[in-house]
RNA sequence: GUGAGCGUAGCUCAGUUGGAAGAGCGCCGGACUGUGGAUCCGGUGGUCGGGGGUUCAAGUCCCCUCGCUCACCCCA
């Protein structure tokens, strides 16, 4: 006979009173801050077919290894409760042809279940706020994430550093992965063998070891920034020098690997103070083959997954916040070479809670006028050569066609006040 | 689980007695070299759910199968 205890299962817990407010409130505000950039919400199933992981993630991944929640179902069919927010909303986005979209931006909150050993801030059911951002190939792209993860620890007082790597692409990485491999194999003997086998299947795990007798390896072995093709060169070049623009503080880690088969180029990770030794609050980068790998269309993508138990644990919750918005627009550049004032003036709105998104597509005028009208944005802010050159900025009012040049300083004053009446 | 109906482009659908896969909307671009919605023009987009069969020829007929919707059953 069974005896049913009146028990959580092992690794899952309850939220009760007052919690269950601070966690509303908590996703309130991660919802806030993804609406500031433009996102919006999109839910998935709990469920998905189990190929989704298996393929997406890749057979190096711990997670599909040995994590996975999994089960055949009645009709024969392999379900699993999802690890991460990625896939599920790639899967989606193939689904339903969001490829008819010149961009996508959305945002999801949601339990994450996965069958580790429960230790200090690691759930087998855990929470978690993601990003994704379909349809930007270019650094921008990539600049927002970051920008938005580090928003969101500013909001919730954490203190920690954003790490941050280029691991190529699958033109150059694999050049990387094999000198990477010769080099180890040096050192086959020193290693301990119970990492061997994580090593065979993808030697770039070999960082993530979390063991002395591996970590005093790791400065004599090649770094993939030597690797890089001109491609990731270039992007990461345009990255960082936007990074710089935007003043945001990041820490280069060449070894920073990630545990999902499915990144290329940028990955980064926010470690926080008071987690203990690397453990991140969020991590995230860039995935453009990941929608054709499902035989989707090429379409790039970037994003990151926030763990919530995790934020919660280091966060001073904010006293006075908003939940909306007070007013939404949409900011576009003359030109390709303005596209970084309008990325630096939206976020500057975004400080004042008003909500501003650019099309970091880099097209022309009218495009993005046609995406600010499709996306019912009431006002436009145009940066051109005449707005730029006196760092003033055109407002545009949607339904009116009035506008006028204002100085960027005032800007926000100005939609705040309009917006209010 | 039982029964019925429906599966054709991203969406809504048309497709005649079996005879060259279409429309509207959307998306991209142009007319309009810094301006959306209107109009016109061009372009993109399809394993006709999948497999098998009949036939010179199948989106169309037959068989199997998968999926979706609705009703019933059960249920938050």
């Known amino acids: 006979m069974i005896t049913v205890q009146m028990k959580t299962p092992k690794g899952m817990r309850d939220i009760l009173p007052p919690d269950g407010e601070l966690w509303r409130k908590t996703e309130n505000i991660l919802a806030l801050i993804a609406r500031l950039y433009g996102y919006r919400e999109i839910r998935t199933p709990i469920l998905e077919y189990s190929f989704l992981f298996r393929k997406g993630l890749g057979d190096s991944s711990d997670v599909v290894e040995k994590e996975m929640y999994e089960f055949e179902d009645k009709d024969g069919s392999y379900l699993t409760l999802r690890p991460e927010g990625t896939a599920p909303v790639v899967r989606s986005y193939i689904e339903h042809g969001m490829k008819s979209f010149p961009w996508v931006r959305v945002f999801y909150i949601g339990p994450m279940f996965r069958r580790e050993k429960p230790q200090k801030g690691r759930y087998r059911q855990f929470h978690q706020f993601g990003i994704e951002l379909f349809g930007v190939s270019g650094p921008h792209g990539d600049a927002e994430a970051m920008v938005m993860l580090y928003r969101v620890m500013k909001m919730f007082g954490v203190s920690g550093y954003m790490s941050y790597n280029n691991i190529g692409c699958p033109v150059c990485r694999p050049k990387y992965i094999e000198a990477l491999r010769k080099e180890i194999e040096r050192y086959w003997d020193d290693i301990p ?129 908003v939940y909306e918005p007070y007013a939404e627009v949409m900011v576009v550049y003359t030109k390709k070479d303005f596209m970084d004032n309008a990325f630096i003036l939206a976020e500057s709105l975004r400080d004042r809670f008003i909500a501003a998104e650019v099309d970091l597509r880099g097209t022309s005028l009218k495009s993005q006028m046609k995406a600010a009208s499709k996306r019912g944005y009431k006002y436009v802010l145009i940066l051109g050569d005449d707005e730029v050159e006196k760092g003033m900025v055109t407002l545009r009012d949607m339904n009116t066609g009035q506008q006028e040049m204002y100085k960027q300083m005032e800007i926000a004053d100005i939609i705040l006040e309009r917006g209010s009446s």
């Not at 999902?260 to 991140?280: H, M, N, P, Q, W």
Request: glycine share 12%; hydrophobic share 35%.
């Open 193 to 321: 063998e119970q990492y061997h086998e994580k090593i065979n299947r993808n030697p770039m795990r070999f960082f993530d070891i979390k063991d002395e007798k591996v970590a005093v390896l790791f400065d004599k072995m090649p770094t993939i920034e030597e690797f890089l093709c001109d491609e990731c060169q270039t992007h990461k070049q345009g990255l960082e020098t936007l990074l710089a623009k935007l003043g945001m503080p990041y820490e280069k880690n060449i070894r920073l690997v990630r545990g999902f088969d499915y990144y290329t180029r940028t990955v980064f990770e926010y470690i926080g103070e008071g987690l203990g030794a690397k453990s991140a609050v969020a991590g995230g980068g860039r995935y453009d083959y990941l929608m054709e790998s499902y035989g989707g269309p090429s379409v790039p993508g970037v994003g990151f997954g926030l763990g919530i138990e995790r934020l919660l644990m280091v966060a001073k919750m904010p006293e006075r916040i």
